[in-house]
């Protein structure tokens, strides 16, 4: 399965594209969106083309979202929420099933502990992604919430084959 992460940001938005074939993962390739314009529908407008790219380019067959966090800042966690609504726009429009965790879960899945550094993270992605490029802190992000997605993507599928739902 080709699974896309994707790191919301309004400013920087991160992706990352794997294979997953039973516990074996590859890295495909990821990177940064960067939105433009002076306004805010303009940048948001500008994510989305540029996430509609990354998706006819990759041809991914399910995509991960990191959740929201709240910040002390209202307006911009309200900014932050309407990048993430085009993360969870662009998949959906490709027809793909959009999985969202939270940061603690994903850091939890790649490192083993839910209040990791983005160093640990960068540093497990490598391990677990070889040749992956994570000099990006935004594109690992997306990296490690594709591999999330695929650990419990793996668990879902087990729990509803034995359940028989």
């Known amino acids: 399965m080709r699974i896309l992460g994707i790191d919301p940001g ?19 390739a990821a990177g940064v969106v960067h939105s433009e314009g002076d306004d805010l529908a303009a940048r948001l407008c500008s994510l989305h083309v540029a996430l509609s790219a990354v998706v006819q380019a990759h041809q991914p067959e399910a995509a991960a979202v990191e959740h929201t966090f709240v910040n002390k800042d209202g307006a911009g966690t309200l900014k932050l929420g309407q990048a993430r609504g085009i993360a969870l726009l662009v998949p959906a429009q490709f027809g793909l099933r959009v999985a969202e965790y939270a940061p603690n879960k994903i850091k939890k899945t790649v490192v083993g502990v839910g209040h990791a550094s983005k160093e640990q993270i960068q540093h497990m992605v490598k391990m677990q992604l070889p040749g992956a490029d994570v000099s990006k802190a935004d594109a690992a992000d997306a990296l490690a919430i594709a591999i999330c997605h695929a650990h419990h993507h793996k668990y879902a599928e087990l729990t509803l084959a034995r359940t028989g739902s």
């Open 10 to 28: 309004l400013r920087n938005m991160g992706w990352g594209v794997i294979e997953a074939h039973g516990p074996r993962l590859r890295y495909v």
